[in-house]
């Protein structure tokens, strides 16, 4: 019985040894050793925002053009709230880089009558560029269209700024970028409504889908200014989401939606567009965004 039980042991202990050998896994006594030798994994660090960028590209579509905000139906990019020099408006660049540092070290690269789709192809533009700071100010072309049907779908305008997100990252992967919520068309439309003179410009085709009719208060004017707000609230989660995958990028919480634009913040030409006023208070916005700790 000694020598069968001698045997046996012999060939278990052959097959454990074969086990270890074709496991590749170490073996022997369990005392705790083997687990405390091997290190254990780190997360990486999450990159530390800079409140003090040296360098700032803008994408979007007329509002970052200060479009009639100077002059009738003409861009005025020096007042933009984002790249602009007047001092007036003491643009997001201006305060972050003084005169001299806006000059050399700031470019406006959005077009007036952009809509997201577009957003891609400037966002590749701004990474040639080597930013350390980019700001997105996009949307409201693809909610003011001439009818409600127009209105850009929520899946593509993901799509589309995922994909600008994307084309940033290939050229810029340590860029930070501020994410600009779109602004409350609703709330412009309550502002500017008992105004003649705005309602005459907006017959002219001023953002159909919201502005049309603005005299109008029926349920179905209504219904259909309600379908627009809509879609700029699901695009601003857009936003929201998006950017939040990305751990350099800062969306504005929804301040420039929440925004209680008045009539001195509008253009006089159009009473839609942001004003001189109406752009300075974008770039005091901005720069508790993206100063903020």
Request: hydrophobic letters at 40%.
């Amino acid at each position: 019985m000694r020598a069968g039980r001698r045997f046996h042991r012999t060939v278990a202990g052959g097959v454990a040894a074969l086990l270890c050998a074709a496991t590749l896994s170490g073996c022997g006594p369990d005392d705790g050793t083997a687990a405390a030798a091997r290190p254990s994994p780190k997360p990486s660090p999450t990159p530390v925002w800079d409140r003090s960028p040296a360098s700032i590209a803008a994408v979007g579509d007329s509002i970052t053009r200060g479009f009639d905000a100077c002059q009738i139906l003409a861009d005025c990019p020096e007042v933009s709230w984002s790249t602009g020099t007047d001092a007036s408006v003491d643009s997001l660049a201006l305060r972050l880089l003084g005169p001299t540092g806006t000059a050399a070290r700031s470019w406006n690269l959005a077009r007036s009558g952009a809509r997201m789709a577009e957003l891609p192809e400037q966002m590749a533009r701004a990474a040639a560029e080597r930013p350390e700071l980019v700001t997105v100010m996009a949307g409201a072309n693809d909610a003011c269209r001439e009818r409600p049907e127009q209105m850009t779908p929520v899946a593509d305008f993901r799509a589309s700024f995922a994909a600008a997100l994307a084309r940033l990252r290939a050229g810029a992967p340590k860029a930070q970028v501020y994410v600009s919520s779109v602004p409350d068309l609703k709330r412009l439309w309550s502002t500017g409504r008992t105004n003649p003179m705005s309602r005459q410009i907006w017959k002219l085709g001023i953002c159909g889908s919201m502005l049309s009719g603005a005299e109008d208060t029926g349920a179905a004017a209504e219904a259909r200014r309600n379908r627009v707000r809509e879609r700029v609230v699901a695009y601003n989660e857009v936003l929201r989401e998006v950017c939040a995958t990305d751990a350099r990028c800062r969306y504005d919480g929804g301040a420039v939606f929440g925004y209680p634009f008045g009539d001195e913040q509008l253009s006089p030409w159009d009473f839609f567009h942001p004003s001189k006023d109406g752009q300075a208070r974008l770039a005091e916005l901005a720069y508790r965004q993206v100063t903020r700790a």
